[in-house]
């Protein structure tokens, strides 16, 4: 079992940056990859960024591509999110999972980001 918790969510203006965290418990922290999702009203859960367990590899959404930096802290079990130029289109509920067992089989429970334009 994997329990994650995100935090950093909030308001800003556009062009403004935001940082989420999601800090995990369960099983070891640096033996699986972990990945950003969001979900803005009225659609799907998208795919936003994914990081390698060792944090060597990195994956990220053409929408959020050189704005958006994933990285890790295995030391303190958490994974980030740093967003830059926020843009409008990005409010969204964020969400951190954990990819386990084939999949992305754990899920925080969401932080909301909304960015006024």
């Known amino acids: 079992q994997v329990q994650l918790v995100e935090s950093g969510g909030g308001l800003v203006q556009a062009g403004g940056s935001l940082r989420l965290s999601c800090a995990a418990s369960g099983r070891t922290f640096s033996s699986y990859a972990m990945g950003w999702f969001r979900q803005a009203p009225g659609k799907e859960r998208e795919f936003v960024a994914a990081i390698s367990w060792s944090g060597g590899s990195t994956y990220y959404a053409d929408s959020v591509k050189g704005r958006f930096t994933i990285s890790r802290d295995n030391a303190k079990n958490t994974v980030y999110l740093q967003m830059n130029s926020l843009k409008p289109e990005d409010t969204a509920v964020y969400y951190c999972?954990?990819?386990?067992?084939?999949?992305?089989?754990?899920w925080g429970q969401g932080t909301q980001v909304t960015v006024s334009s």
């Open positions: 999972a954990a990819h386990l067992d084939g999949g992305w089989g754990y």
